[in-house]
Each structure stands twice: as structure tokens, then as C-alpha cells.
């Protein structure tokens, strides 16, 4: 997969052990320059463009979430799976809570792997990801309550079982998680 350089014009392409050679990631946060280049990139209609943008947009770890997450959620919409995993991927990658809503629902695409995305990255959001899960078990929401449920094991380690058992197996701890917390 050929994906852009960190910095520089956007034409610029290279492959991604070349670009690991000769450019390191900047050490200090990305300009909002750039970052809006990146955004004006994910619109392009090359999907291998989008995914470019996305990747160097994940890796930008250094730079606060709440800047580079909206434009990653965006992404979020788009109409190529593959463009909607990586973005999952990459919310996870940056660590954007505030995402947590966006990526329960991708629970329900129809696309595996763009579940598979959005599981991790719930996954990675820890208590938050946790939180908007139960919320959308408990709110009927999210309609494959299985991947719902994955995700709240995996968050939990405890294993609540599938369908509507499980369901209601997790939404009982999670009455009594809240009630002990309180």
C-alpha cells in the first residue's frame, strides 16, 4: 500500500518503508495547516488518497486528540469501507472519546472488517467505550447486541454470554457497577 510522506505536498507519494527511512514524524504538534490539507485529502474521490490521510492523521499520536479527532470521524461517513475501518483504527490510534458514540454504531456496518475496526477502537476508549456501549444495549440503539457484547467483555474480562441473556446478564452489572459507584 503506498502511502503519503508526514509532511510536504500532498501529490508527494512514496512507499511507506521509504518514507519511514528518510522522514521522521515531527516532534512537535502538526500545524492546523496541515491538518486541514489532510481533511481537504480525505474528500479526494481516490480512496487510496483517503486512506493516505487517515493513516498519517493515526499517527500523529504526539498532537492532542480533540484536534485531529473531528477530522477522523468524518471519515467515519465515508462510502468505502475501507476508508471507515481505517478511521475506526485511528480514533482508537488517537484515543478520541468524544468518538465513542460514532464508532458504537459502526457496530452495525455492514462491512466485518469495519466492525472489527470499531470494536477495537471501543475497545482502546477503556470506561468510555464501555459507557456508550451499555448505553446503547440498554436504549435498544445498537442492533447486533452480539458485537455490543464482545465489546463489553473484553473491556470487562468477564464474559456475559450472547443474544438477549447476555444482554441482560450485562445490563445487570452494569445496574450494579453504576449503584457501587455512586
Known sequence: MVFLAYQGEPSLRGNVSEADKSISPPSTKVSDERILQLEVQLKDPDPEMRLDAIVILSSLTENEPERLGPVLVKALDNDDPQVRATAAMGLGSVAYASAATQLAALLDDPSKRVRLEGDRALVTLGQDGLRTVMQNLADGKLKNTD????????????????????????????????????
Do not use: P
Open 147 to 182: 458485537a455490543g457484547l464482545l465489546v463489553v467483555t473484553k473491556i470487562t474480562g468477564r464474559s456475559f454470554g450472547l443474544g438477549q441473556r447476555g444482554r441482560a446478564a450485562a445490563l445487570e452489572f452494569w445496574t450494579e457497577q453504576s449503584r457501587q459507584s455512586r
